[in-house]
Structures are given as C-alpha cells and as structure tokens.
C-alpha cells in the first residue's frame, strides 16, 4: 500500500476492499477479482493525496460506492470498476483514453457518464449547469442504466458523509437529491435507497422534523414490536398448518414517509397509523405465486377485517418500475389500522434491489415487466428536442416520475401512461397519424373532448377526421413528451405543404421591396419574426399571418423587434416562475433586513410562497439584476430552484428587531359550539397580546374551519401560539399555512 497513507488508514482501506468483495454476490472467478483488484489499486494510486472534508483519504468514498453498488443495488465487475475509478478521470491526471487501454471501451463509456460537465465558463448562455450535468448523466439512460445506478451509489454515500459540509453545500446536495435522485432511485425500484435518499435529504432541509420523528419512532418501538407480535401470531400459526414456506418481516417506514402523511393529513405523529408495515415474504415456484400470495391474504382477512379501499393488487399490474406486491389494511384486535404487504421472494428482491435484481429474472417465464415499456419511454424522451436543459429536466420529472395510470384500447389492450395524460394524449400514444387527425374521443361509450384527462380504468376510442390537422393551440391539451414530440413533428410535416406557396409570395413581397431573395435577407426575416426555420416561415407567409407590410418592417433600419429578441435575460425562466409567487420589497421599506456572511443590506424578495418569518431558517437566491429571492429552506420551490441553481445559493439570516411583526397564517379545526371564537381570539389577543389582521371562519356539520393571519415577533412566537391553541378543549388540529395571499385574496 502506498506510502501517502499511515499504517491506520492503509489498514482501514484494506478493510473496506475486503468487505467489497465479500459484498459482491454476482460471478467472481479468478479475472474477475483480479482486475477489480487492478481497479483499485489503481484508484488508491490516483487518489494517493486526496482528502476529504472530513480529513479522511478520498479513497474511502470509491471504495464505499462501489460497495452500495455490489452489495445495496446488486451491480457485477464492470459496475464495481467504474465505481472505484468513477473519480479518476474527474480529479486526477487520469485521462479517459488511460481507462479505456486499461479496462475497455465499456468501462470508459460508463465513466464518461459518471464525469461532470466543466464548470460554467465566464460568459456561458448555460442557464443551469445543474440541469446540465442532470441531463447528461439521464443521457445515458440511451445505451447503459448502470451509469445511473452508480451514480445514485454516488449520490447516497455523499448524503451518508454530508455533515462535513459546510450549509450551503448542504441544502444544494439535499435539494438535488429529493428533486432528481429520489425519484429516480423510486423509478428503477430501488425502495430502500429512495427512502433513505428522503430521509437524508429530510435531515440536512428539515433537521428539527428529521429529529423529532426519529426520537419517537425510537419511544414507540418496544410497544410496537408487541402489539405486531400479537397481530402476526395467529396468522403465522394458520399459514405453518398449510404449509407455506414464508417469513415475516416489520418495515419500519421513513421518517419523511412519515412527514409527508402528517403534512398531507394536517395530523400529528401519533394519529399516523402506518409508521411500520408488517410484510409476509413467501418462497414458491415462479408459476404458483400469485396462488399463494392470495392465500395469506386470505388468511389474514380470517383473522382482521380489511379496508376494501386500501386494497393494491400490484402483482396482477406490476408497477412501471416492475415492482409486484398485494397491498392491504386491516383492522387489528388493539383497534388500530395495521398495512400488510404480501409477496415473494423474488418480488421482495426486485422491490430492494429494483432494475439489477428485475434483469436477474428478466428471462424467466413471466411476462415482460413495466420497466422495459419505462426504459424505452425513457429513450423516446431522450431523443426529443428540449429549448434548454431546464426545459428537458422539467419534462423528465413532468412524464417518468409522475403515477402512471392504465387505460385500454377498444379492443382491451392495455396501455400505461402518466398520470394527468389526456385523450389527446393517448391518441399520440398509440400513432403520430391518429393523434394528428383526432377531433375527439369516446371514453367509456361517452363523447368527451380532447382535453378530457383520463384516470385508471377508462376504455378510450379515439375519432378522427381525414380534413383536421395537428394546430399549436394543441400543446395546452398534451402532458407527455412523446405526445408533445409528435405534435411538434405533424406540424412541422402538414407545413411543409405550404413551401411552394410561401416561397412565391415571400419572392414577390422581396421584389417589390427591390430586394433578392438571398439567404441574408430571408434569415433577417426570420430572425425579427422570431420563427425557427424556413418551414414557418413560408408556411406563416402563405396563409398571410404575415403579410407584405411585416415583410418591410423587418429591413426598416431601426427595427427594435428582431434587437430586443436578442437582450432576453438568459435567467429569465426564474423571473418568470417567481412573479406569481413574490412580492418585492427593499430594505427601506422592511425595517429588519435580511444580511448575508460576507455583505451588509440587499434589496430583497420576501417569497410568498412558504411567507418566512425571523427564526425560520431562510436561505437567499441571487440571479442577475433581481434582488435575491428569500425563501425558507424547507420551501418546495426553494428545494427546485437549489436543485437547478446551486450556484445562485446564498446562505442569509435574520437581523431581528424585537419591534417589528410579521404576518404569519394559521389553520384551525375544531369542533363547533358556542363562544368558539371568542375562545381563540382570547388566546391570541388576551393571552400572547398578538393583533389578528384577518379572520375567516366556516362551519358545518358540527365541525368548524378557521384561517387567522396574525402579526407575530419570530417563528418561536408562532409556535408558542400554535402550542396555546392546541390546549382550547374544542380545536383539534392547528397547523401554519405557508400562503397568506391566497387567505386574504
């Protein structure tokens, strides 16, 4: 071992190069292991002067996601080798023509994958070198997946070692990661690493919350594990007598599993009944599965009365990311909810170790799972043309990450699309010419129109017509990319029908203007009317949206149409996304003043869309010639804007004044009765001497809903309200609103 590392290390990192091997369950014959072998002796070469933030030699960290990759995601001796080297072309004086002499052109692909994008250069249109770098580790998903599934190995040891960053590093990792690779490890069936890949980011945007439900899941645990002791007990006794060979498993769920519900269901954490599932995991033949997955449930609805509407029977219809599992909820003796989940084992490999555990089957007698129909969306979506990298992320997250939901032909094939698609949609799904000709569609015998958006279940025929054509207007009524490709691609093809036509009409408004129709001059034109090619144009010219006049305007020496297209703000997209959302205001007119580290005041915009408050902690986004957009960590648009724009991140703090209040909302739910009011306006005005700014009040049914905005010092200030209102007898939930505007119109 080399000499740059003490008799410690060298000792320690020959530790975790044994535990990658014994980790490492696919073939190893003598070959194998010997040029994984020459892999890392290579990298622990490379990285010989390398430390960590921690003060730890780098060479800790390809070794480790070489370890998640074989061990966690189940990945063979190519996947192990780009994992140790993964780093070397990046860091060190390596080229990638050095790995490819070395280990293969296959190798060297997979790293060219895993290497980021340089730095952006002074003077870049790149609007996002985030997005960038995204785009093109999702590239790969063209010709080799394990480019991503090492990546995600990448990305889950950097969160497992993020606490040596300082904390703006630290909300730019967390935001990507619960943006981009959460879903993307969900989206190839890595379940565990997607939890823990939330749970992490949860820690770094949320650390209170993190904490908190940690601790209780810590308090509740011995009592759980009694109380399913008890539920499994006869089941286990009646599944032994018929002779099933099973095992029984307690998942406990994530923490931002967990948060996400208390959110969604504005409850606390003891009203959340599904912090744990109880899995029953059967080892059968391929053939007998579905059988004997059906037989425990069987059995466990003998015993426990099942909540029909939580039933999911994902073994008959495999989720796209080829996870199977039957699903239920049953009521235990104790009177609480308790989820079951039932499957085999090879379903529960699939379901831990997704897309490298789905291949190991893929050969098998059973039907072709969703995750090829998801791979091959994936490279459709890929070749199709995006403005900018944002717009091809923002597309990726809009069409594979979202629910998929099925529907059927009207001869009752079955077809998976995104959830939210349209009848449109579907019609582009099936054939471009179908959905170029569509004037409408019959779902389920009913006449609707071709913006109808289809749910799980619906049987859909599309009508055409042989005189309707593909029409711009048509983007508002699409959601997917392949439907929003082909719409492009009819337009552009019934346009093309109009060239000769065009061509004659521009060359005689060119005549008479004593100009020749030269490529200068038709660029100029196409270039003020903001038109991407010569197609448009003729195209605009023949059916005289534009006409002779517009065709002068365009040589007219001062034209400041065709200039101003030019001065367009390349962060434009940010302005535009935020206006809806934020309300801006300067130092003078917000007395307690935002302050960076490093300088005094700037003007500033106060996001309406989490309202921060002084004691939340807040971080500040900086685009050119904008004042920075404050938002509060945890905000979801923050978490996108980090994700995207990692490097526009300013860490910002409160200046507080003690004499100055901010408007805060707050949600209240209770039950109706006389003086309710009156109650809830003593605790906020008599007892903490708040002033209430707006109050709205509903009731019905016996139940009462009020939103409140009131002035507040700080967030403790707020939480100290929130904690008194909780005490009043008749409320029962009180939770802060993040949106005020919306409460006062």
């Not at 050969?363 to 944002?390: F, H, M, P, Q």
């Not at 004691?615 to 945890?634: K, Q, S, Y």
Request: aromatic share 8%; net charge neutral.
């Amino acid at each position: 071992m080399l000499e740059t590392y003490s008799p410690a290390e060298r000792l320690e990192i020959l530790r975790r190069y044994r535990n990658l091997i014994e980790v490492w369950h696919t073939r190893k014959d003598t070959s194998d292991r010997w040029v994984v072998r020459k892999a890392f002796r290579l990298a622990a070469d490379a990285h010989k002067d390398m430390r960590r933030k921690t003060g730890e030699p780098y060479i800790y960290h390809p070794l480790e996601v070489a370890t998640i990759a074989a061990g966690e995601i189940g990945l063979g001796r190519t996947s192990i080798i780009c994992a140790l080297l993964h780093d070397v072309v990046e860091d060190t004086e390596y080229k990638l023509t050095d790995i490819q002499a070395m280990f293969g052109e296959q190798v060297a692909l997979i790293i060219d994958g895993l290497t980021k994008i340089d730095d952006m250069v002074e003077g870049s249109d790149v609007e996002s070198m985030q997005a960038e770098n995204f785009r093109k580790v999702l590239l790969t998903l063209s010709y080799d997946v394990r480019v991503i599934l090492i990546k995600l190995a990448d990305r889950l040891h950097n969160m497992r070692t993020l606490d040596a960053m300082p904390a703006v590093k630290q909300w730019k990792i967390a935001s990507e990661t619960s943006y981009l690779f959460a879903p993307l490890a969900y989206r190839l069936g890595l379940y565990a690493i997607k939890s823990e890949l939330e749970d992490l980011a949860l820690k770094y945007t949320e650390p209170g919350v993190y904490q908190a439900i940690h601790l209780k899941l810590d308090q509740t645990r011995e009592q759980r594990n009694i109380k399913v002791a008890e539920f499994v007990e006869p089941i286990e006794t009646t599944l032994t007598k018929l002779g099933l060979n099973f095992r029984t498993h307690i998942a406990e769920k994530s923490a931002s599993s967990i948060w996400q519900r208390m959110k969604e269901k504005e409850i606390p954490f003891e009203e959340v009944y599904d912090t744990y599932v109880v899995r029953f995991i059967v080892d059968c033949p391929i053939e007998l599965e579905k059988v004997e997955c059906w037989r425990v449930y069987a059995t466990i609805t003998g015993f426990y009365r099942p909540n029909n509407e939580r039933l999911r029977d994902w073994i008959s219809l495999p989720k796209a990311n080829g996870y199977e599992s039957l699903h239920a909820t049953v009521m235990s003796k104790t009177g609480k909810w308790i989820e079951v989940q039932i499957r085999t084992e090879r379903m529960d490999e699939i379901a831990e170790k997704g897309y490298a555990a789905y291949w190991k089957y893929k050969d098998s007698d059973l039907s072709e799972s969703g995750l090829d129909e998801w791979l091959t969306k994936v490279r459709e979506l890929i070749t199709t043309e995006a403005a900018s990298a944002l717009d091809f992320l923002n597309n990726f997250k809009l069409n594979l990450f979202s629910d998929e939901i099925f529907v059927f032909t009207p001869k009752g094939e079955m077809i998976s699309m995104p959830n939210g698609s349209t009848a449109l949609d579907f019609a582009y799904n099936i054939h471009t010419q179908l959905g170029n000709h569509c004037i409408g569609a019959n779902v389920n015998h009913k006449l609707v129109q071709l913006d109808h958006t289809l749910k799980t279940g619906d049987q859909v025929e599309i009508i055409t017509s042989k005189v309707q054509y593909p029409r711009e207007e048509w983007f508002e009524l699409v959601e997917t990319a392949r439907a929003k490709s082909r719409l492009k691609e009819g337009i552009r093809e019934f346009r093309k029908r109009f060239r000769d036509e065009g061509r004659e009409k521009l060359e005689n408004y060119l005549k008479q203007l004593k100009l020749e129709p030269s490529k200068v001059n038709i660029s100029r034109i196409i270039d003020y009317e903001d038109l991407s090619g010569l197609v448009d144009l003729y195209y605009y010219i023949a059916k005289d949206k534009i006409n002779f006049q517009r065709v002068k305007n365009a040589f007219k020496e001062k034209s400041s149409g065709g200039i101003m297209r030019y001065l367009t703000n390349p962060f434009s997209w940010s302005r535009t996304q935020s206006a809806e959302t934020e309300d801006s205001k300067t130092p003078e007119k917000l007395n307690p003043s935002l302050i960076n580290e490093q300088t005094s005041e700037f003007n500033y915009t106060v996001s309406r869309c989490c309202n921060p408050i002084p004691g939340d902690e807040v971080v500040a986004l900086v685009f050119p010639n904008e004042p920075m957009h404050i938002h509060r960590v945890n905000c979801p648009k923050a978490i996108n804007l980090m994700s995207q724009f990692g490097n526009n991140i300013v860490k910002a703090k409160w200046k507080q004044k003690e004499d100055i209040a901010f408007l805060a909302g707050l949600k209240i739910v209770g039950i109706d009765s006389m003086g309710f009011l009156q109650r809830v306006t003593e605790v906020i005005s008599g007892q903490l001497k708040l002033n209430i700014r707006s109050l709205h009040l509903v009731s019905s049914k016996g139940v009462v809903e009020a939103t409140v905005t009131v002035y507040v010092h700080n967030a403790q200030n707020l939480k100290d309200l929130i904690e008194k209102l909780k005490k009043v007898k008749e409320i029962k939930k009180v939770s802060r609103l993040d949106r005020i505007d919306d409460i006062e119109g």
